[in-house]
């Protein structure tokens, strides 16, 4: 696996059903929930977030963010980029 699951309830709960009733802490309405992260790149991660009441994810990579309301485009991103982080590092690993 070429991520980790931070949170795994959330991760498993996106995946067949609404994350609406999810609930977040003080620290985690101002900054999302972090659901996963990338092993090859630590600032690759899927967020959940609340925007104007709404539960949304963010794909964050780097200075960039990415918000998509339903878990599959944003699954289909964050996967995405995650392949994107994988050979950069390879790449990184070869040059060595």
Do not use: H
């Not at 949170?7 to 620290?27: I, T």
């Not at 925007?51 to 990579?61: A, C, N, S």
């Amino acid at each position: 696996m070429k991520y980790k699951i931070v949170n795994k309830l959330v991760f498993e709960q996106a995946q067949v059903r609404s994350v609406a009733d999810v609930q977040f802490n003080e620290e985690q309405l101002e900054n999302g929930m972090k659901i996963v992260v990338s092993k090859a790149d630590p600032t690759l991660a899927l967020y959940l977030v609340e925007v104007d009441g709404q539960k949304k994810f963010e794909v964050r990579w780097d200075d960039s963010i990415e918000v998509f309301i339903g878990w599959f485009s944003a699954w289909e991103n964050y996967t995405w980029c995650l392949s994107i982080a994988d050979q950069e590092k390879e790449q990184e690993v070869n040059q060595q």
